[in-house]
């Protein structure tokens, strides 16, 4: 706005405040008057200038505020976790809508498949008026799964006390998409071998380090070309899907598991000798020998069991005593572990 459009506006004022001057300041001298009357108009055209620009300043920051809730994910709790506030850029992404959320717990975003020491880390973090960034798994409404990378932030008032939090988050959920097509088995989605050979490399370090070991445990499943052969590709897809299930059934979390290449699997087992290795591929066997798969009823599988030393030049190594076991339980017969140091 240019300066002669507040001058103009400061006339009516002028002319309120002009009355009460002429009344009160009759008799006084002219300079007085015409002094008054320049410090008025002063006065009134610095108010109009503050008026004008705290004016524009909001409509600014409403704007903000507009461009924040329409593009943000960001969301407002209390102190338990019950939303408060949300944005509508994440009412959108996550298909709720602001009265489905607020005074709900954010437990409503929460995927089951995250870790509850995620959440434990998180709540530690923030409590103690820190501020907590991490990768979470939520899940929409419709049950469908999304990534973010968060960042939350307490809320702390005059006197230092924690009243809430903020919730700032960036969709990663194409970039997760895109890393597990790079690491996991696109059949079986387990980790591929190229994963599989970078998990080695951390273990054999964390192992020269700190004076750790890890086994190996190489199954094959047995007379697995003639099932494609006689059954079709389908069928045998079905079973490596089904064997993966088994495996992941019933060995530990901290295990990795991966496609080591066609009917081939390999687990790495940390912080484990070879004794307890053999025993979990033991009851891997026993659990595939008691599995019934669907068209063919029942297979086994073969294992080969290593321990990393301390000796070995590289996981190679270890990797090769594991395959020479497999093979020794395979010529001996098939459905058998067999380890070796």
Known sequence: MKIYDYMFKSIPLLLIFTPLYVYNLQEAPIELHWFILFAL???LFLLLYRYEM????SKNLQKNINIIDEHVLISYSDKDGNITDVSE???RFTGYKKEELIGKNHKVLKHPDTPKEIFTELWDTITRGDTFKGEIKNRCK?????WVDATITPLI???GDIEGYSAIRQDITDKKHALK???ADNLTQIYNRLHLENIFAQETQKAKRYGDTYSIIIMDIDFFKPINDNYGHDVGDQILIDIVQVLKSNIRDIDVLGRWGGEEFLIICAKTNIEQAYMVAEKLRVAIEEYEFEVIG?????FGVSEYKQSDSNSDVTVKRADDALYTSKDAGRNLVTSKD
């Open 41 to 43: 108009s002063i006065i």
């Open 54 to 57: 705290i004016n524009k300043y």
């Open 89 to 91: 850029a994440l009412c």
């Open 142 to 146: 419709d049950g469908s799964e999304y």
């Open 157 to 159: 008032n005059k006197k």
């Open 181 to 183: 097509l790079s690491i």
């Open 298 to 302: 029942k297979i086994t599988g073969s």
